[in-house]
């Protein structure tokens, strides 16, 4: 039962908003954008999100975390969403560190763990490897070479890849096409040999790129939990990520409504505020509800992963559909409300918009869990 | 032990001892205890469960003892309902006077009527009914026209109403009339009479569905004591809003009420349409729009359950109380609808052997719920009070 | 290009209006419900449409009929649509008269069709065999024995079986499952030995049956059309039923509309017409759009059949697909939007309802268009 | 032979003959020939073909010869227009003149006005653009404040103007301006001057898809001769609304006027999604959600159809109209969405070699398809429209 904030989550919140309002407004994402940063993000700003406690928000404190679960990352999440701020969190934090936390050694975890809590190291999760969510879908190979792999294949869709120091990437060990079976998680330094790394420009302006794998040799530590057996460690990885990403659209389409309920409330036509006109009225209320109703799935699903629920992988494809579909609602409407000015480059609608599509598309559609929600109901 | 704890164990103690085991089944809609002078005990059992809850007063268990109630604080009525909850009791009493009434006497009723009804309520002595909707006055319920006016020690009331829910079977009536033509909202008096008083007629209204749980309710020249009328003169509409909230709150809640579950519609589903090999409903559309009210019902639930843990710090129904209500509706119609499409033409039949009772209660369910979102307030009404009162929009000059 | 009524037409859509009105308004029908008429429609008017040439409207001159094709029929069923006026018109006419007239041997259309064409013989089409609209789905065997056949099985959803002369049945023949293949349809006198006939009450109070064959023997002249080819014509004969459905169904949904927006003009609450709130008006908008978009689509669907063109069964789940879901949008839309008396037995609106779930039900619902048509553009 | 099989005769052989193959071809956005004192023919051939197209009065097929026009008949415009689609032929002048301006000058200029402006727009010379939306008016388009002051023969204009199609590019304005600010809709005046007069300035707008066809036009003292005000002086309101539904019919059939068919939705779905066994989109829901789209879109067209068939008894726009517009913007925002959905992570690329153009452009598209419900009056104003003028719904006093 943790379904409204405790008093912590609260204080988290209260301090979350004003930093982000304070360092990171639209505008920071603006900058990044406008000036082409190479890294998509701000680095220096990271390192003060790290001195907050952010990065090891939810790694225990044995590792020099934070240890306030997802419910607290979840607190972060939203706040971030809200002014559309990039950062490291969702490949770094949620990725990056769930994959450790649930399938590193404990030298693997005590390596990079304290690293990653400081800010000072990046991760990024390898294991898409086309336009359409499939994590099963691997065609990237390891192959046993002596002591160690060498790993061949092409990656995409990898967040933030061209700035992480690790990438966890998914190959076949064995099996073949879909199979759940034969999968290996592996932790590759992005700085080895024959690892090659393209930027992507997306629409959203957030960091994903391109990875390609050439003969890549890992040594036997390399492996990340049980060889083929990957697909436990990466279900649960994804499923994190896609909570998480849950709750970075929800403060994303909260600050879209709000800004949008105002703007009904100010601009003026035929000598009225356009909020008074009954049709947008009833427009306004169903992204309301809708938003009331997210508001209550994405904290179920954060509490979900904090429990340890077994209900959490559906929890989670509940969430990024329930969730995506409010988002894309919202910032459509969002854009149409405002009318001209929406369209505009100028105003922050449209930035909505173009996240709220790379977003809902990121670790599944939602008709792709929709259909795996379906699926894991027995229907 | 705490006292919490103390109160929990003598709780369950007692439940144990004092519950029948057949109240502990789940009922159908035909076993419903609605108490009144002619009060329905079609399981002898229920009879004894409402005395026994009724003499503790945890039929209202909130009210203050002096009124019959079980003058519970909010925690300990927690435990209550959770001991109840966890031994899956049937509800002793269903009552619009629990529900709608008492509330409202307990706020705005004089010292001598809350004694006079309130207990009467509590033990289902008498059963209400609300004389609120009019032919002209639906969703703009102030327009009502029911006139009362003075005559010595009495009002006389002339006029109609109309949905008035269960009239023909009610004992009593709460109810909205006009004493001032010259003022709208200002104009109306809330008051209280005896449905045998001489003048007072109902008809009941047959429904799409085939049943016919409203009336239509005339009143010619029906004499009621002046000392019947609650709250100041022209003051009703007050009580009337405080009496909708609860209105609403109670009808989203009506199916969890009940106790009774519905088959989940995906059992269903599978029953009718069948699976493919990969274990999918064979209709990919409806598995779709299954999935997409699955989600939307259990985001539903999610909400009522943080609203209300919310409003154990808050009081009384919130604002989104009338948001509740429309998603509710909408989604109780949801289900109703991919019921009957899951079940094909089976789904389709009125009456006759050639169909099963599940398949008869689903049509006339589907067709029943198309009032869900009429009753109590539309829709659109409730949308309009949340772009209002919740997010501040204005009306259109 | 036949997108707009010719003049002949129009007078036909003129007189058929004038006729419905005068002896086939919505009392008509409530009349028959309510003095629970055991044929389910009314024998004396249904003579009298037949000497309007209504039973013969699709009928060639040869046999007696009018031959006014799918555009005529289409005027007259959305006029009975109209008022929800029961009549064999769909069995009889549109089912039965089509499958005979594409099917049938010479002897067999003389010897029906100009009964049919002047009213005095009923026909049923007994082709479904369970919940589901599933036209392939056939397990009642026609085996063969001697000269003839032995038929066996049960068949339901059969839209005037009680009242019709002549059932036609598909019966498998070879094959088996859902095998396309092998089906072969029968004209079976209703009376013979063996068949039980029992009516249903549906929620729209209008006929349909269960009918089980026990050992019915049938003559070498009863099979209609080629032997395990029944599904060729079985497909064309539902086609046009689908079609003429969609046209019922518009004009069903034309009238709701109709009476809607009065309704939204006349009802008063807060001081003003119902109809000046914004929100209702745009829901009064989409609902005419929606009209406006079915017309075409039917008046299109009745003229592919008419010129015999290749898109005739897009056309037709297009048709039924696209009028279905207006249908039932625009009579629930009806019940709303008239508040409390809407959900009245007395009041019109849940008539039409309760018509619209069962003709979207019958013959395929609009989902089970919907993939049909995308089925038969390839994807 | 009758008259109207010799005009078929001669126009086929006349374009036979006339015009250049290369024009034959489907054309992209960027061959679009607009005219004007710089116009662009990155093409040779289109400008021969528009030099023979306007010599005979073809680009504007219905006017009168007098202004430069065709002088056609409605039937044989009906006849060119299927000759020129019977060999693909291209548009020989896209041109707000003589879509939107031209049409009104015919009804509402005088004489002189028409004899010097008409001619021009026929042969595309002079492109324009119009100066009617403001910051402050937008749906409430009669909301402007731009001013017009009498001063000598000139009215000397000051004001800002917002969304002007192209007019960084323009030569000329038509332009709505306040010569009255006692009222409201009858101190609006419609003025034309040329976009190199002194005072007047553009900004191009960015827009979410990256592209920026649309200005902010700034006027500070603009001086324009009296004799440009078109119609009476107060009375521009009435241009303005006739324009406007020009504006709506030429938005919603701007896909078609291009001749470029996008590529079927399922194709794309195809190569991206996969099918199945059976040859089923592999992603059921998408299919579901692309057959429904289908429907709406060729319903449409049907619809368009039909009206237009309609039409040919009737006279100019009909109400209907409106809701083309408005339908017209759904589907291709679904289109456009569907598209990018099939795309997957390809339909969201921004720039850069990893995508392909294809891709790159149905990212544009998606983003530049979410204004066709705002431009030339919002989907809601149409909405509006419909409900009042068609459905005969009052205003909400």
Redesign the interface.
């Known amino acids: 039962?943790a379904?409204?904030l405790n008093e912590e989550q609260n204080m988290l919140r209260d301090s979350a908003r004003d930093f982000v309002s304070d360092k990171g407004p639209v505008s920071a994402f603006r900058k990044i954008r406008d000036e082409e940063n190479a890294d998509g993000f701000d680095k220096a700003l990271w390192t003060e999100m790290a001195e907050l406690g952010w990065a090891g928000v939810i790694i225990p404190e044995e590792f020099g975390g934070a240890d306030f679960g997802f419910q607290g990352l979840g607190v972060v999440l939203e706040e971030t969403g809200r002014t559309l701020l990039p950062s490291p969190l969702v490949s770094t934090i949620v990725l990056g560190s769930s994959a450790l936390m649930l399938g590193g050694s404990d030298e693997q975890k005590s390596t990079f763990l304290p690293a990653i809590a400081e800010g000072k190291c990046l991760l990024a999760l390898a294991a898409?490897e086309?336009?359409?969510?499939a994590p099963y879908g691997v065609e990237t190979t390891a192959t046993a070479d002596g002591d160690g792999w060498v790993l061949n294949g092409n990656k995409?869709?990898v967040l933030d890849g061209h700035v992480a120091n690790q990438l966890i990437v998914s190959a076949r060990t064995s099996g073949k096409g879909t199979d759940r079976d034969g999968i290996s998680l592996f932790v590759v330094a992005a700085d080895s040999d024959g690892v090659e790394i393209?930027a992507?420009?997306?629409?959203?302006?957030r960091n994903?790129s391109?990875v390609k794998f050439g003969n890549v040799r890992l040594d036997a530590g390399d492996l990340l939990g049980t060889q083929d057996k990957g697909a436990d460690i990466l279900d649960a990885v994804l499923d994190r990520g896609r909570i998480a990403l849950a709750a970075e659209m929800l403060g994303a389409a909260q600050q879209v409504f709000e800004f949008t309920?105002e703007y009904?409330?100010e601009r003026?036509?035929?000598?009225?505020?356009?909020?008074?006109?009954?049709?947008?009225?009833?427009r306004?209320?169903k992204m309301?509800?809708e938003l009331?109703?997210?508001?209550?799935?994405v904290?179920?699903a954060l509490t979900a992963v904090d429990e340890g629920r077994d209900d959490m992988p559906a929890m989670a494809s509940?969430a990024k559909?329930?969730v995506g579909d409010a988002m894309h609602l919202i910032s459509?409407e969002g854009?149409?409300m405002h009318?001209?000015i929406?369209?505009?480059?100028?105003h922050d609608?449209?930035l909505y918009?173009?996240r709220a599509?790379?977003a809902e598309?990121t670790f599944g559609?939602s008709?792709?869990h929709?259909?795996r929600?379906?699926?894991l109901?027995?229907? | 032990m705490t006292d919490q704890e103390q109160f929990r164990q003598e709780t369950r103690d007692w439940l144990e001892k004092n519950c029948p085991a057949s109240m502990r089944e789940p009922m159908s809609e035909n076993e419903i205890v609605w108490g009144g002078r002619n009060a329905q005990f079609p399981n002898p059992d229920s009879k004894i469960w409402l005395e026994r809850m009724s003499a503790r007063g945890w039929t209202a268990p909130v009210w203050p003892t002096e009124y019959g109630g079980g003058g519970l604080s909010k925690d300990q009525n927690m435990i209550l309902q959770s001991e109840l909850k966890r031994i899956n009791a049937r509800p002793a009493l269903f009552s619009f006077g629990l529900w709608m009434l008492g509330p409202a006497l307990l706020e705005f009723a004089s010292e001598e009527q809350k004694l006079k009804f309130l207990p009467q309520i509590v033990r289902g002595e008498i059963r209400w009914c609300q004389g609120y909707s009019e032919p002209g006055a639906g969703s703009d319920l102030a327009g009502l026209q029911t006139r009362a006016v003075p005559d010595g020690d009495d009002y006389v009331i002339n006029g109609q109403k109309v949905w008035t829910s269960y009239a023909d079977q009610a004992d009593w009536i709460f109810c909205l009339v006009r004493t001032d033509t010259s003022v709208k909202h200002e104009g109306i008096s809330f008051i209280l009479f005896d449905m045998e008083t001489e003048g007072v007629e109902t008809r009941p209204i047959k429904l799409i569905s085939g049943s016919s749980p409203f009336c239509e309710t005339f009143f010619r020249d029906v004499r009621v004591p002046q000392s019947h009328l609650v709250g100041k003169l022209n003051a009703g509409w007050t009580i009337a809003k405080r009496l909708l909230q609860h209105e609403r709150t109670s009808i989203s809640n009506f199916g969890a009420v009940t106790g009774s579950e519905p088959v989940p519609l995906e059992f269903v589903a599978r029953n009718y349409v069948g699976t493919n090999d990969d274990g999918k409903l064979a209709d990919a559309s409806l598995r779709e729009r299954i999935v997409t009210h699955r989600m939307e019902d259990l985001g539903f639930q999610l909400t009522l359950k943080r609203v209300a843990l919310e409003a154990t710090q808050g009081s009384g129904p919130s604002a989104a109380s009338s948001l509740f209500k429309s998603y509710g509706a909408k989604i109780n119609q949801d289900r109703c609808e991919l019921t009957v499409e899951a079940m094909g033409a089976q789904g389709l039949g009125w009456s006759g052997d050639s169909f099963s009772e599940d398949e008869i209660a689903a049509t006339r369910q589907w067709l029943r719920s198309k009032g869900n979102s009429i009753e109590g307030g539309t829709s659109e009404i409730n949308t309009n009070v949340v772009a209002k009162q919740v997010l501040g929009l204005r009306d259109h000059q």
């Open positions: 039962m379904m409204i898409e086309g336009a359409h969510h995409c869709q393209e992507l420009s997306m629409v959203d302006n994903a391109n309920l009904l409330k003026h036509q035929f000598g009225q505020p356009i909020g008074t006109f009954q049709a947008l009225q009833h306004a209320v309301f509800g009331e109703i997210c508001n209550s799935v904290m179920e509940f559909a329930k459509s854009v149409q009318g001209g929406g369209m505009t480059d100028e609608s449209g918009l173009k599509r790379v598309h559609s008709a792709w929709r259909d929600f379906a699926t109901s027995g229907y």
